[in-house]
């Protein structure tokens, strides 16, 4: 999900940003089945802080860096009421590792340079990590992590959101692997030339042989293959030809919402065979069906204001963002409760097993939260809550970042396994610029 890119092409996904503007209207049937009452136990809130502290903490997508990018965002800035995300708050939130996404918009398919953005972008995050040395350090691997844990520090990790960053070069797949990158998303809302992405056409019936190759080559790595984003098809692909366990870094179930991004009971059931991880989305319209029908019917009563709106400011995109988010934030929708999340945790631990669930916020990546989350600080009462449901502190560990370290040295396991130069062994094959 993307706040700016998105914004000027489909109001859908700029809701009220500002909590100010929000309601505690609780009006989702999913909340019924979180806390009933506001009132906080105590005792529950100093354990669900104790293990905030003393676990690994990861959250697989964060969208801060587009901000990084460009608005020259210096993370060590308090951004509260701006951003979801600034390095005290990660601190605050007992943050342990974060994947800052390095999401490619798709104009750069047509306009050329993807590659170039997502090293611009890349360049950012390590700007900051030298910037911060005593809070945030770049980090390669499952080890990584934990060296960082124990240093106090966030662990800064890197993937790439649309494949379509590599412009169908596995040499640039590998150069992005050299730089730090250790996932891909395969599409984001695009279908590219190799995998069909859940938002677009369907052109491939999945993944294509060279897609294929892509996904053998980030097994050859020890590079996680990201789902999130593709179509069913392309899923179901990836789990046949994948070596290694795969993950879905921001992803929910589709029992709650029947959006297109969120994922069926079968496919979750398949990817905990397969050993991999889901990785649950703190959007709520992917959380929650009620405030996604409730977007889509704001979106249509707006429409004759927004299409006013994008003729008059077709020349300056970020005045027309700024104009879209007014409307929007003056037609605010109730938001559900946190606790939704945990019910996505819960289902997905229910079907595809709990070593198979974690958490994948989409900070900085989606225009709203869930009432009570503003931010990045506000992870531990995600804790409490599974505290709260009686989630054993074992249990809880692997959902707030164990599951995801499992995973990620499993495909650094088999990367091992393999021939791994990343030089010498690589397949060569690429899709050359016109080819199709
Ligand atoms: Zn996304």
Partial sequence: ????????????????????????????????????????????WKEALRIQKSAIVVDTHNDI??????????????????????????????LSAEFFSIYVDKKYVTEGGSARRAMDMIDQVYRAAERYPNDMMMSYSSADIRKAKNEGKVAALMGIEGGHAIENSLSALRDFYRLGIRYMTLTHNNTNDWADSARDDAKHNGLTDFGKQVVLE??????????????????????????????ASHSSAKVFSNHPRNISDELLRRIGKNGGVVMVNFYPAFLDQKYWDAEKARDERLKPQTDALEVKYKDDPKRLEEETKKLTDANPIPRPSLTVIVDHIDHIAKVAGIDHVGIGSDFDGVPSLPEGLEGVSDLPKITYELL????????????????????????????????????????????????K
């Fill in 388 to 435: 709260r449901r009686g989630y054993s502190e074992g249990d809880i560990r692997k959902i707030l970042g164990e599951n995801l370290l499992r995973v990620f040295a499993e495909a650094e396991k088999v990367a091992k396994t393999d021939t791994r130069k990343i030089s010498g062994e690589g397949n060569l094959q690429r899709i050359n610029p016109g080819a």
């Fill in 65 to 94: 860096t587009t901000f990084m990018t460009d608005e020259d965002y210096d993370i060590g800035t308090s951004s509260v009421g701006k951003y979801h995300t600034d390095i005290a708050r990660m601190k605050q939130g007992g």
């Fill in 218 to 247: 980030m097994n050859r790595l020890g590079m996680l293959v990201d789902v999130s984003h593709v179509s069913d098809k392309t899923m179901s692909d990836v789990l046949e030809v994948s070596k290694a366990p795969i993950i």
């Fill in 1 to 44: 999900m993307k706040l700016k890119s998105k914004s000027v092409v489909f109001l859908a996904l700029i809701a009220a940003a500002n909590p100010a503007l929000t309601t505690s209207q609780k009006t989702s049937s999913l909340m019924q089945s979180g806390s009933n009452s506001p009132a906080r136990d105590e005792r529950l």
